[in-house]
């Protein structure tokens, strides 16, 4: 598949910290930075740019979910790239200070992603908004589409639509839950009420389907492609980068600097932390629900595998007596 | 997804043989027979039906590697069920002997599945004609068509379309190097070269593309697919079962008798075999190459995880000077 306009944008360092709160290594995330900077990767995600406080601080909750300039222009720094990716940085509404954010031209990012549920979409909007009037890139991440309620969708796909402050609107297949078929009829709807955004995807791999819905998407006209280096990600994590830049066939893209820092770098890490495709993940994408659950089970050694277990569960509560 | 002709057929035991020279216990053996009764699953695929020799052993190669009548008979017992799944087993060209074959009357198989290149397609229909005279229902099954030059695969069709008693073709992506679009264009040519004839679908998940791949033959109409239990098979392994059942709406379906399985059984194996998606066969896959090259680098526990090494290795092989 090439299509000039397709840009790929690695969170690596962001949906990965989501695993080990954020404990990466500087020499990692130097890695992880280059790896994207000689692959020709469009737009490089490093963390989350949330508020400090006293219970939320940056020793327990990890340097890039704070992503301070000073931090992310020593990993600029730490590289030499003819021509380097663009620099994302991600927004939780509601978690977040545009107050200390300065104007794109003296900062090190180039894009802030908001992400934001139906509920807040005002918010998120907002905050969109208020970084595009700093110069910045922006996108709208609305999470979980697949449990919202349709009317509740479209209305603030509409009101995405109506804001010109917003480069880009994002499917996310939050929880993993959607086939392509899904994805098709989704994108059909965020086309339908949003026809003036550039669409982006990002989604989990709870069944397998991270890859394959992706390139469902590129199939349906989506130009901006989330992924991350060998998959990493919360739970069963994302689409893998390797696999999408060998689908990809600008030749812009070279895979090599990824199987590079993935042999070197993510291989040992997989010793330490786990992410990718289980049952137990399969199970909750199918159900479509929250990956909460999933996680708390793969985080409890002893039942952590038993997926028959935990599919009776789920589908109990499922069953209980709420009509 | 809910079409009443779709059948599921389970190669747990036989293609997961290829790991472990089909060394499974009769516990597990009689495990996942009873799950994909429990399931209902419409066929199970107990092994494949080689012929022994001094060279090529019951206790070296293992019991399913040959699926002696008695052996199967005795699966079969294990287990009542109101409705049994069919029983089918594979041969392989060149190395089984139809006359020890007795009729279908009289045996415990419903099935036999006869694997072929492209160029052995004579001696796969043969094979297909003798076992059909016996009362078996009869599939061919082409092995990397990935690799095969079109104009061959479509003279092995065309003959396959010409032979009555084939009863199933399938479209097999060996190497585990088909996207979806790939898919739907060889199913192209199979229904346009061989429309008489009812297609199934058998993958393997080097991209992570198994469970996806199988929906896409869904939707372009094919009715017979194959999946394994947690996606046990040769190196990346196949379409995971319980995702295929997952999605699949048909309520014949149960797939509580296979995560039990799994929880049970699959669970414990995976601390002995190895089997599933890594980067080692994701390129495999995507350079549509025979899988020996990347089991080699798995079974090798030094460099098993060398992913930048073996791409460039199998990269450099291709560039080599055969112009």
Redesign the interface.
Known sequence: ?FREEIKVLDCTIRDGGLINNYQFSDEFVNAVYAACCDSGVDIIEVGKKLCESDEYTRVKYGRWNFCDEDDVKRVIESHECETRPLVAVMYDVGRVDVSTLGSRDQSPFDMIRTACYVADIDKGIDLAKRTKDLGFLTTINIMAPSAAIETDLVEALEQVNASDEVDYLYLVDSFGAF???QITSYLDLYKKHAPDKELGFHGH?N???????T??CI?DGVNLLDATV?GIGRGAGNC?L??LL??LKNPKFD??PI??V??EQF?PLRKEIEW??N?IY??SG?LNQHPRAAMKQRANEKDQ?????F??ECTRLEDGDVA
């Open positions: 598949m086939y392509s078929e791999n069944q397998q389907l991270a890859f394959s819905n390139q469902q199939i060998n893998n390797e696999l060998n689908f895979v090599r199987y590079k993935i042999q291989i990718g495709f049952d399969g199970i199918h595998d038993n997926c028959l277990d599919y009776v």
